[in-house]
């Protein structure tokens, strides 16, 4: 048996009250018993405080310790101290991602279908109007089966209140404010931006939509990708190959970005183009941090001619 104690890490816990604990991890040896262990016992002790909810640090330091590592590897002998940071209530990933892409799942149709209410008045919708209507509507939704059935998360849960500020990009920025300029009067079957324009022209649209269709298979094909790499209920990490993965390390997000360029480039929308341009500068920062993270993780067996998102660019 091994035994750690373990304090509060700043001000008392009003979850633990009775830190600090010494924890016993019976059957356990300082070689192999983990992080993990010691969450789960003071879940034990306190439930209240779930293991998703602890941040375990050494003593005076504010790095955490992942959960598989063990306390050998951590630097903790028997009777070795360590520190807990109660993280606040937590929600899970899926759980985010259904209400991220939910939003627009309910703001568009409410703009589309109940123009009086949002214009004040009827709108006759446009082919582009429609086609725009449905590329959202097979975006969300694919996203949100994607969550379902498809990915597969490494970090199980994240604070509560970041599912405010992860929601409000996809809710206002794609969901409100893209919904009330594209299905307005402006694009409206009887508007002069319309009428007798290339935004009124079938083969112009058709061209718009093969992008997109093109753009969504490729991204749900990258998707599944990721998904085949990682065994179910591991954080295992392998080096992506196959269709995308040749080029860039992330080409799930340039596909995204592909898709909502159609949008953008079919409407002209100021509003599709600022959605365009925050959503890309996002997947961009975040293709970077994934890409150096390969190269980091693999060294020199990770490919070196690939770039982080987009094709020979960056």
Not at 96 to 110: A, M, R, T
Request: charged letters at 15%; glycine letters at 8%; one cysteine or more.
């Amino acid at each position: 048996m091994v035994s750690v104690t373990v304090t509060p890490a700043g001000k008392p816990l009003a979850l633990a009250r009775g830190l600090p604990q010494i924890i016993d991890l019976s059957g356990k040896q300082i070689q192999d018993a983990t992080i993990a262990d010691v969450k789960a016992a003071l879940t034990a002790k306190y439930p209240k405080l779930y293991t998703s909810r602890q941040k375990i640090t050494l003593k005076d330091s504010k790095n955490a310790i992942a959960d598989e590592t063990t306390l050998a590897d951590a630097g903790v002998t028997d009777g070795g101290l360590l520190s807990v940071k109660d993280l606040g209530p937590q929600v899970s990933w899926r759980t985010v991602f259904l209400v991220e892409y939910g939003g627009p799942l309910i703001i568009h149709p409410l703009m589309y279908y109940f123009p009086k209410v949002v214009y004040g008045g009827p709108v006759q919708h446009s082919l582009l109007q429609r086609y725009i209507y449905a590329f959202v509507m097979i975006h969300f939704a694919k996203r949100e089966l994607e969550t379902l059935f498809v990915h597969r998360f490494s970090h199980g849960t994240m604070p509560l209140k970041n599912i405010f500020k992860n929601s409000a990009h996809y809710h206002l920025l794609s969901g409100v404010a893209l919904a009330f300029a594209i299905y307005s009067p402006t694009y409206a079957a009887t508007s002069p931006y319309i009428r007798g324009t290339v935004r009124n022209d079938p083969l112009f649209i058709w061209a718009g939509a093969a992008l997109f269709l093109f753009a969504e298979v490729s991204n749900l094909i990258t998707h599944i990708t990721l998904r085949n790499l990682r065994p179910a209920g591991t954080k295992k990490r392998a080096i992506p190959h196959g269709y995308g993965f040749s080029l860039v390390s992330c080409p799930n997000y340039f596909f995204e970005f592909l898709a909502w360029l159609s949008v953008a480039g079919l409407t002209g929308s100021y509003v599709a183009w600022i959605f365009l341009g925050v959503s890309t500068y996002q997947m961009y920062v975040w293709a970077v941090k994934k890409h150096r993270g390969y190269k980091k993780e693999f060294g020199g067996a990770y490919p070196q001619e690939r770039k982080a998102m987009f094709p020979l660019f960056a």
